[in-house]
């Protein structure tokens, strides 16, 4: 599996570090293996990283700095709230069946 991550500006920022690597963690659990290096070094930072873990980034400072915490707050609040993963083989999204 590789999975690929958003960016801001050119960078691939924690959060999305963390988000990655979670959605990486289910499907490796689900017997996918690991692509390449950069997927198996992201797994490696954030698979198991505490769920705040993006709070140091850049993107989290650029919010603290603008009084916009309150986003910080909704991303906290909503981790683990989806009951569905979907895989898309051969053009077609799926259902994945996870534990």
């Known amino acids: 599996m590789r ?5 801001s500006r050119g960078e691939f920022r924690e959060e999305d570090q963390l988000c990655a690597a979670r959605i990486a963690r289910v499907l490796a659990r689900g017997g996918y293996r690991v692509a390449d290096s950069a997927t198996e070094q992201v797994l490696e930072r954030f698979a198991e ?25 909704f991303v906290l609040d909503h981790i683990d709230d989806l009951d569905d993963v979907f895989v898309l083989e051969g053009g077609e999204v799926r259902t994945l069946a996870v534990a």
């Not at 999975?3 to 960016?7: R, S």
């Not at 990283?49 to 603008?66: H, I, M, N, Q, V």
């Open 3 to 7: 999975v690929l991550g958003a960016d």
């Open 49 to 73: 990283a505490p769920d705040d873990a993006f709070l140091e980034g850049r993107s989290a400072k650029y919010l603290r700095d603008t009084d916009q915490e309150e986003d910080l707050a």
